[in-house]
């Protein structure tokens, strides 16, 4: 085999690149005050949430938005917090495992998915009466408000190219 950097590169080669992105800017160095101001609305959001239902929106969202970056990290911090296995393998999954979670979980993962998902179409209705019938105002808009940060975290690892398994908090 020659070490011809002209050659064409394999189906393997191209494929490794892609998975394994350069990481990009800083965000943290390069804007803090935005930066510092995300970790501000993410610490306010989850304030009064049970903290498993907190990992179960964070892990849904990364999911839909396919950042593998925040995905890892919200599994393992469930794990650490003592979240059971296979409900993490079910949340990509929930409407056809719906006994894994709770009512009020379900209803917080419909809504994680409308709101991550509002090019389709916005927020049902009926979805959001589902998420209002289980939690009271101050809880939803704390649940609101964490959906709007996770959307917001994936969408800075996904531009500036975070590599999944490197916890940079």
């Known amino acids: 085999m020659?070490?011809?950097?002209?050659?064409?590169?394999?189906?393997?080669?191209?494929?490794?690149?892609?998975?394994?992105?350069?990481?990009?800017?800083?965000?943290a160095k390069a804007a803090p005050k935005a930066f510092k101001a995300v970790?501000?609305?993410?610490?306010?959001?989850?304030?009064?949430?049970?903290p498993a239902l907190?990992?179960?929106?964070?892990?849904?969202?990364?999911?839909?938005?396919?950042c593998a970056y925040c995905l890892?990290?919200?599994t393992s911090d469930a794990r650490k917090a003592g979240e059971d296995e296979a409900r993490l393998h079910m949340v990509g999954v929930w409407r056809e495992a719906r006994n894994f979670f709770t009512e009020k979980e379900q209803?917080?993962?419909?809504?994680?998915e409308a709101v991550t998902l509002v090019h389709?179409?916005?927020?049902?209705?009926?979805?959001?009466?589902?998420?209002a019938a289980q939690f009271?105002?101050?809880e939803l808009g704390h649940v609101l408000a964490l959906i709007f940060t996770i959307n917001t975290w994936n969408r800075i690892a996904l531009s500036t190219a975070?590599?999944?398994?490197?916890?940079?908090?």
């Not at 020659?2 to 965000?27: D, I, S, V």
């Open 2 to 27: 020659t070490n011809n950097e002209n050659a064409p590169q394999t189906a393997t080669q191209t494929a490794t690149q892609t998975l394994a992105p350069t990481p990009r800017l800083n965000f």
């Open 39 to 50: 970790i501000g609305l993410d610490a306010a959001a989850r304030d009064g949430l049970d």
């Open 54 to 66: 907190v990992e179960l929106i964070q892990i849904r969202a990364s999911l839909l938005n396919g």
């Open 72 to 74: 890892h990290m919200h």
């Open 107 to 112: 209803a917080a993962l419909d809504l994680t």
């Open 120 to 131: 389709r179409g916005g927020i049902p209705d009926d979805v959001y009466a589902r998420a």
């Open 136 to 138: 009271d105002e101050t």
């Open 162 to 169: 975070k590599v999944a398994g490197e916890d940079e908090r």
